[in-house]
Structure formats: structure tokens, C-alpha cells
């Protein structure tokens, strides 16, 4: 199984950047494709971002497009999220999420979560 630990969430105005970092536990991070799911106050969990196991597909949700980058270093046991010009629409607890060893990141289906890190955009 996999152990998910995010930071890097925190306060941020409107405009500006965060990057959020997951690092898994275990020997075998490149067998998972990787993702991110939000959840705002009242809300579902949505999905956001994947990747698949050596980076080399990635999937946005619409509304992140163009703003939000996901990226892994396979050496590091890490996923990242770099968002830029935050919305005070992308406030939410960003989940770090691992999909099923093997599995395609084309119909992501997330198997493990961490814990989540709050990011909140001021306007």
C-alpha cells in the first residue's frame, strides 16, 4: 500500500502561487500514476490533476487549464501541484491521491489518499 503526506498549502491572495508536494512511502512510487483532488466547504470532492506513472501524460480538470501544472519526481517519491494565478474559486483541501499500481491515468481512479493540505485564496 502507499502512505501520501502533502504540504506546502497555506494563505494566498488572489493571483498568486502555491506549490503542493506529496511524498509516498514505499520502494515502488513509478508503479502509481499520481493525482490531486479538491474539496471546498460544502462540496464534493473534485478532481483536479493526474499523472501518469513516468510523467508523461497529464490530465486538468477545465477549470484548472493553464494554471495548474502537475509534476513527479520518480527519484524523490514525490507529486507535485504548482498553481498559479489562484482563484478564491480554488480554495479547498487538496488531497494527494495514488491510483492502482499499473493502472492508466486516462480514467483516473484514485485507490489511496493523504491527508489533505488547506489552501485558501483570498479575494
Known amino acids: 500500500q502507499v502512505q501520501l503526506v502533502e504540504s506546502g498549502g497555506g494563505l494566498v491572495q488572489a493571483g498568486g502561487s502555491l506549490r503542493l508536494s506529496c511524498v509516498a512511502s514505499?520502494?515502488?512510487?513509478?508503479?502509481?500514476?499520481m493525482g490531486w483532488f479538491g474539496q471546498a466547504p460544502g462540496k464534493e470532492r473534485e478532481f483536479v490533476a493526474a499523472?501518469?506513472?513516468?510523467?508523461?501524460?497529464?490530465y486538468y480538470t477545465d477549470s484548472v487549464k493553464g494554471r495548474f501544472t502537475i509534476s513527479r519526481d520518480n527519484t524523490k517519491n514525490t507529486v507535485y501541484l504548482q498553481m498559479n494565478s489562484l482563484k478564491a474559486e480554488d480554495t479547498a483541501v487538496y488531497y494527494c491521491?495514488?491510483?492502482?499500481?499499473?493502472?492508466?491515468?486516462?480514467?483516473?481512479?484514485?485507490?489511496?489518499w493523504g491527508q489533505g493540505t488547506q489552501v485558501t485564496v483570498s479575494s
Open positions: 514505499g520502494r515502488t512510487f513509478s508503479n502509481y500514476p
Open positions: 491521491t495514488a491510483a492502482g499500481a499499473y493502472a492508466s491515468a486516462v480514467q483516473y481512479e484514485p485507490v489511496y
Open positions: 499523472i501518469s506513472r513516468f510523467g508523461a501524460s497529464t
